[in-house]
């Protein structure tokens, strides 16, 4: 089993700035491809970013690039979601996730991943 547990979310002004941690844990986790995914009151839960196994596969959603920056720091079991420039529509709670088959690159499918954190609230005041 494999747990995951994200941090760094808040209350931030429009044009801020912050930063997700998503850490892993558990006897079976061995570096997942792990994604991001937010999910606003009211609507489907979205792809925002992933990182494959190694660091070297990288996705964003549309919406996101050249504002958001996903990194891994695979000693610390850890994935960063820089977040910059943010904006009222990007409030939502932030999921990571973890996509334990996948051995090359990364997936943007919902369904593709087995193991989700618990989510942290973001909110981006105008």
């Known amino acids: 089993q494999v747990q995951l547990v994200e941090s760094g979310g808040g209350l931030v002004q429009a044009g801020g700035s912050l930063r997700l941690s998503c850490l892993a844990s558990g006897r079976t986790y061995t570096g997942y491809a792990i994604g991001w995914f937010r999910q606003a009151p009211g609507k489907e839960r979205e792809f925002v970013a992933a990182?494959?196994?190694?660091?070297?596969?990288?996705a964003y959603a549309d919406f996101v690039v050249g504002r958001f920056t996903i990194s891994r720091d695979n000693a610390k079991n850890t994935v960063y979601l820089q977040m910059n420039k943010l904006a009222p529509e990007d409030t939502a709670v932030y999921y990571c996730?973890?996509?334990?088959?996948?051995?090359?690159?990364?997936?943007?499918?919902?369904?593709?991943?087995?193991?989700w954190g618990q989510g942290t609230q973001v909110t981006v005041s105008s």
């Open positions: 996730a973890a996509d334990r088959f996948r051995t090359y690159g990364t997936s943007s499918l919902r369904e593709n991943y087995d193991y």
């Open positions: 990182v494959s196994r190694s660091g070297g596969g990288i």
